[in-house]
């Protein structure tokens, strides 16, 4: 009698323990839920508020940091190359160090060749990149002794895509004629973690024409004409003093007519 009395008691224990459960169940998952509905409001705002972050090269500050570094530039090569004090190979001791400081030379040496890089072999490709940042000192170091600038003026900033600016200056010649020049400036965060940026550049418009382009097409139709061999030629001819940019076009156009 005992035992079937409790069996009922036993049963109902059983169902309310059951009951308990399945309510303590539905509380977790409904607190488990809230904490998903929480976390995927919070990671997509944190998502939207990344996506309509203003690029950094619309930044005030950021500009006229961009500015104030072409500027300290120009003044340092108007020093450096605007005098008849130096010789050339002092000349391009000080440009050298210009290039350095201020151009991103591997960027540059790498839009020059373009796609003739693929099919280039490894040593050609070494080659290349063993003479370009000797090249451009040769170049350039001949091509801005002989501009008579007397004065480089900043104006606006302009932001080029999420990262790029272009810094525009006014050139001045002794003649007081001036000439649109445009700083293609590439920042990047320091290398302290201090937040800070310093600024490379990446290419130079002159009147609207872009050097590095220029460059670019100039390798592309000496390639068309000898190939890799035939451009490494020519770079190291600059280097090592055997020609001259002048006459190396001069030769070149010859060749082509």
């Given at each position: 009698?005992?035992?079937?009395?409790n069996a009922?008691?036993?049963?109902?224990?059983?169902?309310?323990?059951?009951a308990?459960?399945k309510?303590a169940?539905?509380?977790?998952?409904t607190?488990?839920?809230?904490?998903?509905?929480l976390?995927t409001l919070?990671?997509s705002?944190?998502l939207?508020?990344?996506?309509?972050?203003a690029?950094?090269?619309?930044d005030?500050a950021?500009?006229?940091?961009a500015?104030?570094?072409i500027?300290?530039l120009?003044?340092?090569?108007?020093?450096s190359?605007?005098?008849?004090?130096f010789s050339?190979?002092?000349?391009?001791v000080r440009?050298?160090?210009?290039?350095?400081d201020g151009?991103?030379?591997n960027y540059?040496?790498?839009?020059?060749?373009?796609?003739?890089k693929k099919?280039?072999?490894?040593?050609?490709?070494?080659?290349?990149?063993?003479?370009?940042?000797?090249?451009?000192?040769k170049?350039y170091?001949?091509r801005?002794?002989k501009?008579?600038?007397q004065?480089?003026?900043?104006?606006?900033?302009?932001?080029?895509g999420?990262?790029d600016?272009?810094?525009r200056?006014?050139?001045?010649?002794?003649?007081?004629?001036s000439y649109?020049?445009d700083?293609r400036?590439?920042?990047?965060?320091?290398?302290?973690?201090?937040?800070?940026?310093?600024?490379k550049?990446?290419?130079?418009?002159?009147e609207?024409?872009?050097?590095a382009r220029?460059?670019?097409?100039d390798?592309?139709?000496r390639?068309?004409?000898?190939?890799m061999?035939?451009l490494?030629?020519?770079?190291?001819?600059?280097v090592?003093?055997?020609?001259?940019?002048?006459t190396a076009?001069v030769e070149?156009?010859a060749?082509?007519?």
């Amino acid at each position: 009698m005992t035992m079937q009395h409790n069996a009922p008691r036993t049963a109902k224990t059983r169902t309310v323990a059951l009951a308990r459960q399945k309510k303590a169940n539905r509380i977790m998952m409904t607190a488990l839920s809230a904490v998903v509905l929480l976390t995927t409001l919070f990671w997509s705002q944190s998502l939207w508020a990344a996506d309509n972050k203003a690029p950094i090269n619309e930044d005030p500050a950021l500009q006229k940091q961009a500015a104030s570094f072409i500027q300290t530039l120009a003044d340092r090569a108007l020093t450096s190359l605007g005098t008849a004090e130096f010789s050339l190979t002092d000349q391009e001791v000080r440009f050298r160090e210009i290039l350095t400081d201020g151009f991103d030379v591997n960027y540059i040496g790498r839009i020059s060749l373009g796609r003739h890089k693929k099919a280039a072999s490894n040593d050609q490709v070494t080659a290349y990149q063993n003479l370009f940042p000797e090249y451009l000192v040769k170049v350039y170091t001949s091509r801005l002794t002989k501009l008579d600038t007397q004065e480089v003026r900043t104006g606006d900033v302009l932001p080029k895509g999420k990262i790029d600016m272009y810094v525009r200056t006014k050139v001045i010649n002794a003649d007081g004629k001036s000439y649109d020049v445009d700083w293609r400036v590439r920042p990047a965060p320091n290398a302290d973690n201090s937040g800070a940026y310093d600024f490379k550049i990446i290419d130079v418009k002159i009147e609207g024409i872009s050097m590095a382009r220029t460059q670019r097409d100039d390798f592309t139709a000496r390639i068309t004409e000898s190939g890799m061999t035939g451009l490494i030629a020519f770079m190291q001819a600059i280097v090592d003093g055997t020609a001259t940019p002048q006459t190396a076009k001069v030769e070149s156009e010859a060749t082509t007519n």
